[in-house]
Structures are given as structure tokens and as C-alpha cells.
């Protein structure tokens, strides 16, 4: 089952979601995702949050009580956090997360941080990037003169190997805190492979045609 998280921050255009998202069981919206949603013209399953950034609280008034869980200010979970609880708690096991982009720092930082534990979105959209979290085997087509950039999540990865980058990852091996950055598209099609541990692979200045690539 896959899951639409949407939340606050810069998100991606009507025309593009629509060409990168594929099917989906179910959409939440963290408190100001609401906007999103409504610029995405996606009616959300659940609104979730404290409610502290959406533009006008009057736009829940659209919505039955029922759709919408409201959380205190002081807690100890981001909106984002209770999003994606949610979802692990309903079962679903690929989870799409769209906003977040042009925000605080810290709040980026938070979202990748999520990236390092068990239960984590699989693709990650703003309104510039696609971040994605690579497990054994990534494959997609279209990406040609795409620049990308890959960071060690959680670990160590060992057993690196690629087909379609300027510079090839084969051989490498990363500890956590290395990486490698503004590597270059230079084929159609796009193959990582991780034997060990896991990766996550940025996008830069996202063509809107594109659709995400899911793994193997």
C-alpha cells in the first residue's frame, strides 16, 4: 500500500506530482500540507497537527470533524512525525513525502534525520529535489544529464556499483559522513547497486516530466 504525506515547505507543481506520483491508497496532510493539497487539488484522508502554520485556519472548516485529529503545540512529536506514525500504525509500507522544501534548516535537517531510522518515507519531493532511499538495487530511466548526489544513511555501505554516472561508485566503499556529491547522468537508464547498507540519492533541479524510480 502506498501513502501520501504531504506537510509544510515548498512543494512540488499540480503538473508534476501528477507525473512522478504513481497510484496511492491513502493521503495525509501535516497542518500546513493542507495548502499543498489544496494547490495539488487533492482532497487529504486525514488532516493531522497542531495547526500553528496553515493559512487560515478557516480552510479546515471544508472538512468533516472526523478527517481532522488536532494535537496540542507542546508535544513531543513533529507534524511530519505524526504523519508518517500514522501510517506505519495503518499498515502501509511505501510512503511518499511531498513539501518541506525552501524551509529552516533545522527542519530539513529533521526530515533527513527521519531518513536513519526503521520506518522512513521511501521518496521524498519538494519543489527542487526528489531524495531518494536506495536498499539494495535502483533503476530508472529518463534521468539523462541529471545531476545526483548520494550520502551513507544509517551506516556504512559497502559493495557500491553503478552503470550511467560520469564517475562510477563501483568499488567504493562509504563510511558514514562521506560521500558523493553533483555526480552526472550520462546515459538514459540508471543502475545502483548496495550490497551493504543503505543510501540516499538527491536529485537536483528536478525535470518535471520525470517519474520516480522505485526499487528492486
Not at 478527517?67 to 506514525?85: A, F, M, N, S, V
Not at 527542519?107 to 526503521?118: S, T, Y
Not at 540516499?200 to 518535471?208: E, M, P, Q, S, T
Request: charged share 25%.
Amino acid at each position: 500500500m502506498t501513502g501520501v504525506l504531504l506537510i509544510g515547505g515548498n512543494g512540488p507543481s499540480k503538473k508534476y506530482f501528477r507525473s512522478i506520483i504513481g497510484k496511492y491508497e491513502f493521503v495525509i496532510a501535516a497542518d500546513s500540507g493542507v495548502d499543498l493539497a489544496l494547490s495539488l487539488s487533492i482532497e487529504p484522508d486525514l488532516i493531522v497537527g497542531d495547526m500553528d502554520s496553515i493559512s487560515g485556519r478557516q480552510k479546515l472548516k471544508n472538512y468533516p470533524p472526523e478527517q481532522i485529529i488536532e494535537y496540542p503545540h507542546d508535544k513531543d512529536e513533529t507534524d511530519t512525525e505524526i504523519g508518517l506514525r500514522i501510517f506505519r500504525e495503518m499498515g502501509y509500507t511505501d510512503i511518499i513525502l511531498a513539501g518541506g522544501g525552501g524551509g529552516r534548516l533545522d527542519h530539513v535537517l529533521a526530515i533527513l534525520n527521519i531518513f536513519e531510522r526503521k520506518f522512513h518515507p521511501d521518496i521524498w519531493i519538494t519543489d527542487r529535489e526528489e531524495v531518494y532511499f536506495i536498499s539494495g538495487t535502483f533503476y530508472i530511466k529518463g534521468w539523462i544529464n541529471s545531476t545526483v548526489s548520494l550520502f551513507p544513511v544509517g551506516g556504512p555501505v559497502n559493495g557500491l556499483d553503478s552503470k550511467g554516472l560520469k564517475w562510477t561508485l563501483k568499488g567504493f566503499k562509504w563510511k558514514r559522513g562521506e560521500y558523493g556529491i553533483s555526480n552526472l547522468v550520462t546515459d538514459d537508464e540508471l543502475y545502483i547497486k548496495v550490497k551493504e547498507g543503505n543510501l540516499l540519492l538527491i536529485r537536483n533541479n528536478i525535470l518535471r516530466e520525470n517519474k520516480y524510480g522505485r526499487e528492486k
